[in-house]
T-cell receptor
Framework: AQTVTQSQPEMSVQEAETVTLSCTYD???????LFWYKQPPSRQMILVIR??????QNATENRFSVNFQKAAKSFSLKISDSQLGDAAMYFC??????????FGEGTQLTVNP | NAGVTQTPKFQVLKTGQSMTLQCAQD?????MYWYRQDPGMGLRLIYY???????DKGEVPNGYNVSRLNKREFSLRLESAAPSQTSVYFC?????????????FGPGTRLTVT
């Protein structure tokens, strides 16, 4: 079975600063996808960024970027120039066979003004 | 497009009661999923349907049944609710095309079983 581990239950960052959220995963697949989802207080799950494992280049989406270390099975999320609207629960997820997702426990991010 | 819709948004049941959570998507996706989210935990897959006419168990299927009514709709049924099924339930859909793979989530149903 696949496992995804987020070792930081809570993180905080000052507005305009940079923060990195950690994620490690375990998979026996040779090709797979990794994702970061954001869940604000509204509970809506919003895709932040995705990484295809066969691509060595780290994915970026505006202020969000990942550090993907395939050999170490590590997939961290960096948020630059943090904004108040970034405050949310962030979930790391890996794709299993059949397009199913396995989620980590989540990291609650607080952004301080 | 409404995306993925779920009904109801909130529900309170007594132990032993039954109910069906409804989910519909208007994106013509082949695959649909049901997850539950418990406090302090990520989402866990209950059941999924890779395509119309097929359903498979996920990580936590006990106590639930599903029906893929057609390509648009995927329902989750609790036959005899238990307090351990108190949770937030999410439905999602996706298209089985790897390069454009993404799961789209509904707004969730908060279920309380007393």
């Amino acid at each position: 079975a696949q496992t995804v581990t987020q070792s930081q239950p809570e993180m905080s960052v000052q507005e305009a600063e940079t923060v990195t959220l950690s994620c490690t995963y375990d998979t026996s697949e040779s090709d797979y996808y990794l994702f970061w989802y954001k869940q604000p207080p509204s509970r809506q799950m919003i895709l932040v960024i995705r990484q295809e494992a066969y691509k060595q280049q780290n994915a970026t989406e505006n202020r969000f970027s990942v550090n993907f270390q395939k050999a170490a099975k590590s997939f961290s999320l960096k948020i630059s120039d943090s904004q108040l609207g970034d405050a949310a629960m962030y979930f790391c997820a890996s794709e299993t066979s059949g397009s199913r997702l396995t989620f980590g426990e989540g990291t609650q991010l607080t952004v301080n003004p | 497009n409404a995306g993925v819709t779920q009904t109801p948004k909130f529900q309170v049941l007594k132990t032993g009661q039954s109910m069906t959570l409804q989910c519909a998507q208007d994106m013509n996706h082949n695959s649909m999923y049901w997850y539950r989210q418990d406090p302090g935990m990520g989402l866990r897959l209950i059941y999924y349907s890779a395509s119309e006419g097929t359903t498979d168990k996920g990580e936590v299927p006990n106590g639930y049944n599903v029906s893929r009514l057609n390509k648009r709709e995927f329902s989750l049924r609790l036959e005899s609710a238990a307090p351990s099924q108190t949770s937030v339930y999410f439905c999602a859909s996706s298209e089985l095309v790897p390069l454009t793979y993404e799961q789209y989530f509904g707004p969730g149903t908060r279920l309380t079983v007393t």
